[in-house]
């Protein structure tokens, strides 16, 4: 049967030489006329968030004619750059949209928001949750006098006026407020705030700011998931994972445009992005154990941690908020800007009462070619249920089967790491190259054992649920890594060594006369073929190497240690190819919620990328070098070898060299959730 995602393409043979050229497929030239691939981009490339949201909000501040921006969710009070150590520490997202509107920029926020699902995942702080935690201050009340300072400011005076104390609401209950309490005053202030901004912006009280909410549809995606491989999993009777999905799909694309339209798009840029923005992903390359620029979220009281900003990640012992790693690329004034903003302007007419007025014309600007060499060739993908888009998907598949016909890397970090289907299909296409190998290598005079290794990196965090576990350990077993998921692979082992007895025993051991059934989960796992380390390589040709980010540094007078949380979705191949945005490698990503990617096959920014990644995580150790087979089978050793250096260290309360770890999960689930 054809593959729908691969073209294909006669290649001819030189009869004297008896020698073929072809060139590698990389993009979905299949669905060139819904995704265009243009060549006239320039791209730049940021690591985290200190240096993306800086240059956002240079731009934003420049901008001239329109900021049109998707997210999944957004703060207004996060400071797009940073000095000093309480809130307001530079000027606010939302004074920048605001000080644009003045300007008569027309600014387009469009957010995720559902009833069901916003409150948990609290993406807008001010409207999802903390909707009125503070006293009013007195004149922070409309568009025109609702700025950052003038919050600090009024609710500063208000409680050191009052000089007694207020019942507020905390995650843990109604505390007394007052003016002993003074440290926690960036925190009011902030809060207070981010409820009168978002309150103004939806009364359309700014200046030329409008903004709009929209939800998942359970019936697109209902039919997304029905020509997936794996259907959601179920406990019991109850459809849990799948319920949650359909009531709870959100719109994880995270996009801004700014001047698409103005000057026939000369000065047109924008971003695609895997940071949301929420100030939580506020973070520096160096990713510090304790950076007092990221959020804080406590203060100690009579030994008590008192949580006044109902968005904090908790983290046991620390003042501020975790470490975050991801990615933003920006693109100037190239074709594929075209894309990003058509994707807003349908999401946008969706979410509201109008069709947008048509699609508008490419500017004249964004269609320019230019000298061959200096830009890059990009293509525009998503997942969009609404629209039957599954193209996000689509790439990963095509990227991973030109993967595994080189000998070279293909490199995952990911916030999730729990699409079974993708793990196959990688072993489906090194299973099919071993096969031509062995094929053809007898008449070449090569052997199966001269057949190059192809190195897979996997960089991801340990599930941040429980119940994510199992849909890792899954993911993972498939390439023969279950090990690293401990809990999950003892439970099973557990589990399966019980069916020999034939009942179930209670906590005690003693058999309580009811026939024992394996979880789900665990007759599930038993199903995959699990190959070894062994056979991986000499089956398969593949070297896996699976790796988690944590820092170490000095706090509270001691060596610790702290979980560097991967929110990135990048996919680095052979120094060739580069795929980000805000997809993840799991289910909803490909088939529940929408998200959008960016892709290019420029090798001077892949190459330049792997180098950059490499060296920061290793600390300098290593980078790839010139990327050759030779330098990325060192880098592997090297890796594996800083891994078990850092573990070492880690035991012995000693620094790490860097931030990689082999990845382990003491934690185990009998419930699967996506």
């Given at each position: 049967?054809?593959?729908?995602?691969?073209?294909?393409?006669?290649?001819?043979?030189?009869?004297?030489?008896?020698?073929?050229?072809?060139?590698?497929?990389?993009?979905?030239?299949?669905?060139?006329?819904?995704?265009?691939?243009?060549?006239?981009?320039?791209?730049?490339?940021?690591?985290?968030?200190?240096?993306?949201?800086?240059?956002?909000?240079?731009?934003?501040?420049?901008?001239?004619?329109?900021?049109?921006?998707?997210?999944?969710?957004?703060?207004?009070?996060?400071?797009?750059?940073?000095?000093?150590?309480?809130?307001?520490?530079?000027?606010?997202?939302?004074?920048?949209?605001?000080?644009?509107?003045?300007?008569?920029?027309?600014?387009?926020?469009?957010?995720?928001?559902?009833?069901?699902?916003?409150?948990?995942?609290?993406?807008?702080?001010?409207?999802?949750?903390?909707?009125?935690?503070?006293?009013?201050?007195?004149?922070?009340?409309?568009?025109?006098?609702?700025?950052?300072?003038?919050?600090?400011?009024?609710?500063?005076?208000?409680?050191?006026?009052?000089?007694?104390?207020?019942?507020?609401?905390?995650?843990?209950?109604?505390?007394?407020?007052?003016?002993?309490?003074?440290?926690?005053?960036?925190?009011?202030?902030?809060?207070?705030?981010?409820?009168?901004?978002?309150?103004?912006?939806?009364?359309?009280?700014?200046?030329?700011?409008?903004?709009?909410?929209?939800?998942?549809?359970?019936?697109?995606?209902?039919?997304?998931?029905?020509?997936?491989?794996?259907?959601?999993?179920?406990?019991?009777?109850?459809?849990?994972?799948?319920?949650?999905?359909?009531?709870?799909?959100?719109?994880?694309?995270?996009?801004?445009?700014?001047?698409?339209?103005?000057?026939?798009?000369?000065?047109?840029?924008?971003?695609?992005?895997?940071?949301?923005?929420?100030?939580?992903?506020?973070?520096?390359?160096?990713?510090?154990?304790?950076?007092?620029?990221?959020?804080?979220?406590?203060?100690?009281?009579?030994?008590?941690?008192?949580?006044?900003?109902?968005?904090?990640?908790?983290?046991?012992?620390?003042a501020t908020f975790k470490p975050y790693r991801d990615y933003a690329c920006r693109i100037d004034a190239g074709g594929a800007l075209a894309a990003v903003f058509e994707n807003f302007r349908r999401a946008w007419a969706r979410a509201g009462s109008s069709d947008g007025g048509g699609?508008?014309?490419?500017?004249?600007?964004?269609?320019?070619?230019?000298?061959?060499?200096?830009?890059?060739?990009?293509?525009?993908?998503?997942?969009?249920?609404?629209?039957?888009?599954?193209?996000?998907?689509?790439?990963?598949?095509?990227?991973?089967?030109?993967?595994?016909?080189?000998?070279?890397?293909?490199?995952?970090?990911?916030?999730?790491?729990?699409?079974?289907?993708?793990?196959?299909?990688?072993?489906?296409?090194?299973?099919?190259?071993?096969?031509?190998?062995?094929?053809?290598?007898?008449?070449?005079?090569?052997?199966?054992?001269?057949?190059?290794?192809?190195?897979?990196?996997?960089?991801?965090?340990?599930?941040?649920?429980?119940?994510?576990?199992?849909?890792?350990?899954?993911?993972?077993?498939?390439?023969?890594?279950?090990?690293?998921?401990?809990?999950?692979?003892?439970?099973?082992?557990?589990?399966?060594?019980?069916?020999?007895?034939?009942?179930?025993?209670?906590?005690?051991?003693?058999?309580?006369?009811?026939?024992?059934?394996?979880?789900?989960?665990?007759?599930?796992?038993?199903?995959?073929?699990?190959?070894?380390?062994?056979?991986?390589?000499?089956?398969?040709?593949?070297?896996?190497?699976?790796?988690?980010?944590?820092?170490?540094?000095?706090?509270?007078?001691?060596?610790?240690?702290?979980?560097?949380?991967?929110?990135?979705?990048?996919?680095?191949?052979?120094?060739?190819?580069?795929?980000?945005?805000?997809?993840?490698?799991?289910?909803?990503?490909?088939?529940?919620?929408?998200?959008?990617?960016?892709?290019?096959?420029?090798?001077?920014?892949?190459?330049?990328?792997?180098?950059?990644?490499?060296?920061?995580?290793?600390?300098?150790?290593?980078?790839?070098?010139?990327?050759?087979?030779?330098?990325?089978?060192?880098?592997?050793?090297?890796?594996?070898?800083?891994?078990?250096?850092?573990?070492?260290?880690?035991?012995?309360?000693?620094?790490?060299?860097?931030?990689?770890?082999?990845?382990?999960?003491?934690?185990?689930?009998?419930?699967?959730?996506?």
């Open positions: 049967m054809t593959d729908p995602i691969a073209r294909a393409e006669k290649v001819h043979i030189d009869e004297r030489s008896r020698q073929a050229r072809s060139t590698g497929q990389w993009f979905l030239e299949n669905r060139t006329g819904t995704h265009p691939v243009t060549h006239n981009n320039a791209l730049t490339f940021f690591i985290c968030g200190e240096t993306a949201f800086a240059d956002i909000a240079k731009r934003l501040r420049s901008a001239k004619h329109s900021i049109d921006i998707i997210c999944w969710g957004f703060d207004p009070g996060i400071e797009l750059v940073r000095s000093g150590t309480t809130w307001p520490r530079g000027d606010t997202y939302g004074d920048l949209l605001v000080a644009a509107g003045k300007r008569g920029v027309k600014v387009r926020i469009l957010v995720w928001y559902s009833k069901l699902g916003s409150g948990t995942a609290m993406n807008m702080p001010g409207y999802s949750h903390a909707t009125n935690p503070w006293p009013a201050a007195p004149g922070l009340s409309d568009g025109n006098n609702i700025s950052a300072q003038r919050a600090r400011a009024l609710t500063e005076d208000y409680y050191l006026r009052s000089g007694v104390q207020h019942l507020i609401e905390t995650p843990q209950g109604q505390r007394l407020f007052g003016p002993e309490h003074m440290g926690m005053i960036g925190l009011a202030a902030r809060a207070e705030y981010c409820h009168k901004w978002y309150k103004a912006a939806f009364a359309g009280a700014f200046d030329h700011v409008e903004i709009r909410t929209r939800a998942g549809d359970a019936d697109a995606i209902g039919s997304s998931l029905a020509s997936e491989k794996y259907q959601p999993g179920t406990l019991g009777k109850f459809e849990i994972e799948r319920t949650g999905m359909l009531a709870v799909g959100t719109h994880h694309q995270k996009t801004i445009v700014i001047d698409y339209g103005h000057a026939d798009g000369v000065h047109a840029t924008g971003y695609v992005k895997g940071l949301n923005s929420v100030t939580d992903y506020w973070d520096t390359e160096a990713h510090l154990i304790e950076d007092p620029r990221r959020e804080t979220g406590s203060v100690r009281e009579a030994g008590e941690a008192i949580q006044v900003e109902a968005n904090q990640k908790p983290d046991a012992g620390f699609q508008p014309a490419v500017p004249p600007a964004l269609k320019r070619s230019v000298a061959p060499g200096t830009h890059s060739s990009v293509q525009i993908v998503r997942t969009q249920p609404q629209e039957n888009d599954k193209t996000i998907k689509e790439l990963y598949f095509l990227a991973t089967d030109q993967a595994a016909l080189a000998s070279g890397y293909l490199y995952i970090e990911n916030q999730y790491f729990q699409y079974q289907e993708w793990s196959e299909r990688l072993i489906r296409a090194r299973k099919n190259v071993m096969a031509a190998w062995k094929a053809g290598a007898a008449k070449a005079g090569k052997s199966k054992a001269d057949m190059p290794l192809m190195h897979v990196f996997i960089v991801i965090p340990v599930p941040e649920r429980a119940q994510m576990v199992p849909r890792t350990y899954d993911t993972l077993a498939v390439l023969g890594q279950q090990s690293t998921m401990a809990g999950q692979s003892d439970l099973i082992d557990r589990e399966n060594k019980k069916q020999h007895t034939g009942v179930r025993l209670d906590d005690m051991g003693r058999p309580t006369g009811a026939v024992y059934a394996k979880p789900a989960v665990v007759e599930y796992a038993n199903r995959i073929d699990k190959p070894t380390i062994d056979a991986l390589e000499k089956q398969f040709g593949l070297k896996v190497v699976v790796s988690m980010l944590q820092t170490s540094g000095i706090s509270q007078r001691r060596m610790r240690y702290r979980e560097i949380y991967i929110h990135s979705k990048m996919l680095l191949i052979d120094d060739t190819f580069i795929s980000f945005g805000s997809a993840n490698l799991n289910q909803r990503s490909m088939a529940v919620d929408s998200e959008i990617n960016f892709a290019t096959n420029d090798a001077r920014h892949a190459a330049d990328l792997r180098r950059r990644i490499f060296s920061q995580l290793s600390a300098g150790g290593f980078d790839g070098m010139a990327g050759t087979r030779g330098d990325i089978s060192l880098t592997s050793i090297l890796w594996t070898e800083l891994m078990a250096k850092n573990a070492l260290s880690k035991r012995n309360s000693k620094a790490m060299v860097g931030f990689l770890l082999p990845l382990w999960d003491n934690r185990s689930s009998t419930m699967r959730l996506g």
